[in-house]
């Protein structure tokens, strides 16, 4: 059995560069938290018939924002060792020493708090989920689940999944088996989106002794269960129709994004080529960004018709 590492700040890099405002936006992963944004604003969107009020949009998606580049900035402290380790995260800025380990946890404190206070604002429930996904990525995952388990994205999924439904309570004030739905999308996205990438960086976790499952299971075996969650998906996928809270414009592009998802992920496991695992990845991305337009564009078309 392989010895995997755990998670310690200990041998931090010297500071020997300035850290830039560029730095400290890279630490609040950007690109992720604005994905997660459009999530949470189509929970806003569908949690009423017509346009949620202007303030809950407001409050809410800079309040949820500012909580996930929170728990990001935590993840960047926290992961320093391991990325130090990795190739794709050799360079970010707190491995490298541009950013402090204080100064990141001071922003990362500074952008908790406020995003609290926000979600305060609008109402208790909202405020204290959000806060409950800061600690299930922050801490749960990246501290004790990455490095406990091959079914560490699987389980610490559910805290990247849950901006739908934190859109959706923000604006309502409470929870709706509908916003559950949105939450099971992106929680069976997850393993296909993340595994396809860690099949891509498979060295790259070993060598930073992380249990990812192509390290512990092998990559034909992660191949398998890419293509078994992808299908999943197809079913998952269709009980937003089924349960009446979308319609055929969801109903057709749900389904030709996920087919097109199990497709690449047939190809992965059958007919495998080099680069195809790093281009089911990048598919991934735009697969789930298209499924939250489908879902507004159904709602937008059903408000006005
Ligand atoms: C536990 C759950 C998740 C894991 C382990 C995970 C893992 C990753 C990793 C490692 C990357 C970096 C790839 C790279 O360096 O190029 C990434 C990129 C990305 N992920 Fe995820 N992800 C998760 C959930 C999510 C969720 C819920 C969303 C949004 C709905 C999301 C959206 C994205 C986007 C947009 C990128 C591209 C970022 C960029 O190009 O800078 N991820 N993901
Ligand atoms: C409040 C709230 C909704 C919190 C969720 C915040 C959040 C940023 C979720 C995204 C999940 C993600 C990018 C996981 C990758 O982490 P990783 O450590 O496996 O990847 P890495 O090696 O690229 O850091």
Redesign the pocket.
């Known amino acids: 059995m392989a010895k995997f590492n755990t998670p310690s700040l200990a041998n931090s890099a010297p500071n020997t560069e300035t850290a830039q405002w560029r730095d400290y936006l890279e630490l609040t992963k950007p690109?992720?938290v604005a994905?997660?944004l459009l999530?949470a604003m189509v929970g806003m969107c569908l949690a009423v018939p017509s346009l949620p009020p202007a303030h809950a949009v407001i409050l809410g998606l800079l309040g949820i924002g500012m909580q996930s580049a929170a728990a990001a900035v935590f993840n960047h402290v926290i992961d320093q060792r391991i990325d130090r380790q990795m190739q794709?995260t050799i360079h970010r800025p707190v491995a490298k020493g541009r950013v402090g380990t204080s100064q990141a946890l001071a922003f990362g404190g500074l952008l908790m708090v406020a995003g609290f206070a926000l979600l305060w604002v609008l109402n208790v429930l909202v405020a204290w989920l959000t806060f409950a996904s800061l600690i299930g990525y922050a801490v749960v995952?990246t501290v004790w689940l990455k490095h406990a388990t091959p079914q560490n994205?699987v389980i610490?999924?559910l805290a990247?999944?849950m901006p739908p439904l934190l859109g959706w309570v923000a604006v309502t004030g409470t929870l709706d088996p509908h916003a559950l739905l949105l939450v099971m999308l992106?929680f069976t996205w997850?393993p296909p989106?993340?595994w396809a990438?860690a099949i891509h960086r498979e060295k790259d976790y070993a060598k930073a002794g992380v249990p990812m499952l192509p390290v512990t299971h092998g990559v034909e075996f992660t191949k398998t269960m890419i293509l078994l969650y992808t299908l999943l998906l197809v079913v998952v996928g269709l009980l937003p129709w089924l349960a009446g809270m979308s319609g055929l414009i969801y109903l057709f592009g749900s389904l030709a994004l996920n087919l097109g998802f199990a497709w690449y992920a047939w190809q992965l496991k059958f007919h495998d080529r080099k680069g195809l695992a790093w281009q089911t990845f990048k598919y991934s991305?735009w697969h789930?960004f298209g499924l939250f337009v489908a879902l507004l564009a159904d709602h937008a078309w059903r408000a006005i018709g």
């Open positions: 690109k992720v994905m997660l999530t794709r995952y994205i610490g999924g990247g999944a992106i997850t989106h993340f990438l991305i789930v």
